[in-house]
């Protein structure tokens, strides 16, 4: 591909993720967890990608869960609001996918222009190993796929498998491989046999190809979602409407299974790591003497091959193998590190009990900071809200329910009624069912108050926004526009 077309990226970060439980929620999933030391996953995919796609070309699918920290690290990285897509169902990868290559084709109008495919939720270490295959990748997409496949280093039996045997290569060097084809998550015995051919690697779920070669094979494999997609890029925000008759399928099985001119580059030394379980992350951490990990307030005698992960309370553990553990303020887990993969039925028997640990956390964070919730019961709930200087929540109404704020740091500015006023620290005062009310942060440091929510609905649903500095007072639109 000559080097004057342009590169596109496609970024997915839309996935809910169960496999971290507890620390991963469904409003903090794994990609905006910091696993990556001080950086969630989702911030070091945009890291990697800036410097070989320029902002206005990165387009962001995700979900409208996750549009307020979605829209913080687009600024911060320079990428157009115009360019973010919020799924309001997840329909797996071959809807998003195709979606967001429509739409950059739409308005670039260049079927030759390249475009990667990445998610958000994997680890890869060798930045700059990953920038010189990526260039390579972007240099041969022209005509076909070029996929990523990883060495395989234990016959691993959560990821899916590529044959791509080397004798049979592309044009000279041997660089690029022939996919000869996929295989499905295979049973131990199987994933041997892979490791031991040595012509089987690990599917990374990174695509790269040109806008035609991706719409040309969804018109032949998928014809009936490319035109639903077309139809919702047409519409943009009406395509809300539309996208509940799409039906889920992968990109893997509805497209790249079906295609036969596909390129697989063996990206060794990358450093990666999807980060499908706690193993799997456990597995890259450094380890004491005695191969334990305690990140926590621990005292520990003689526990091996021991992982130890808490902030909240002091943990004590004798004579503990090969084990996990993981500590948060509303839930403690604790597994065989072998079956650790097993936490996702944890989570479905939480959403099956409509328990509310699956879905977030004590604290949960917002665009203007972050509330706690501190004590709930019968017709009662507490929170510590945490309001960032310069920032307020919206203009709102509760029809269910009225709250009694006490201030115990700073200065509130507050809406309530027809009037405003300030409330000082050691003060309070009491919003009535059904008044218009907002709390501001006018001052240099943190406000805190204390909520004390009474009545019949203690639940976000019972908002009614009329302003907002954050664009939550309309449904999240499907395409936004700049």
Avoid at 469 to 477: A, I, Y
Wanted: proline residues 5%.
């Amino acid at each position: 591909m000559k080097n004057s077309h342009a590169r596109y990226a496609v970024l997915l970060a839309g996935g809910v993720g169960s496999r971290f439980w507890p620390q991963s929620r469904t409003l903090e999933p794994k990609q905006f967890l910091r696993l990556e030391r001080d950086k969630s996953l989702f911030r070091r995919s945009l890291e990697r990608i800036r410097s070989l796609v320029p902002p206005h070309h990165i387009y962001i699918v995700t979900s409208p869960l996750y549009g307020d920290v979605i829209r913080s690290e687009a600024a911060l990285f320079d990428i157009p609001i115009s360019n973010l897509i919020f799924e309001p169902i997840p329909k797996n990868t071959a809807p998003a996918i195709a979606l967001a290559v429509k739409v950059i084709f739409d308005r670039c109008g260049d079927k030759d222009a390249g475009v990667a495919v990445l998610p958000c939720d994997q680890m890869i270490t060798n930045k700059k190993r990953f920038s010189g295959l990526m260039r390579y990748a972007f240099a041969n997409c022209r005509d076909r796929f070029v996929i990523f496949g990883i060495p395989p280093h234990r016959p691993a039996t959560g990821y899916g498998y590529i044959k791509a045997p080397a004798d049979g290569s592309f044009g000279t060097g041997g660089v690029l491989r022939r996919v000869e084809k996929f295989c499905e998550k295979p049973d131990l015995r199987t994933a041997r046999r892979f490791l031991k051919q040595g012509s089987y690697f690990w599917n990374s779920g990174i695509f790269v190809g040109s806008a035609g070669v991706f719409l040309s094979s969804i018109r032949t494999h998928l014809p009936a979602l490319l035109k639903q997609v077309s139809v919702a890029a047409a519409a943009g925000a009406e395509g809300l409407a539309s996208w509940d008759k799409i039906d889920p399928v992968s990109f893997d099985y509805g497209v790249m299974e079906k295609t036969r001119n596909i390129a697989m580059i063996p990206a060794d030394r990358l450093g990666w790591s999807d980060l499908g379980s706690w193993q799997a992350w456990d597995e890259l951490q450094r380890k004491d003497k005695d191969n334990n990990l305690l990140l926590a307030d621990i005292v520990d005698i003689g526990s091996h091959d021991l992982t130890v992960l808490g902030r909240e309370h002091l943990i004590a553990t004798i004579g503990l193998k090969g084990l996990i553990v993981v500590d948060t303020p509303d839930a403690l887990f604790i597994a065989d590190k072998k079956k650790s993969e097993d936490v996702k039925q944890v989570v479905e028997i939480l959403k099956k009990n409509k328990r509310e640990e699956h879905f977030c956390h004590i604290t949960v964070k917002r665009p203007w900071g972050a509330y706690t919730v501190l004590e709930t019961g019968p017709g009662f709930k507490i929170k510590l809200v945490e309001v960032l200087p310069g920032k307020s929540l919206s203009l709102q109404l509760h029809r269910k329910r009225s709250e009694h704020w006490v201030v115990i740091q700073g200065r509130a500015t507050v809406t309530n009624g027809k009037g405003q006023y300030r409330v000082r620290q050691n003060d309070s005062t009491f919003i009535p069912r059904g008044h218009r009310h907002r709390l501001e942060n006018k001052e240099k440091t943190v406000l805190k108050i204390v909520e004390v929510q009474t009545g019949a609905s203690l639940t976000e649903n019972d908002i009614v926004r009329f302003q907002d500095s954050f664009g939550r007072t309309k449904p999240h639109q499907f395409i936004l526009r700049s």
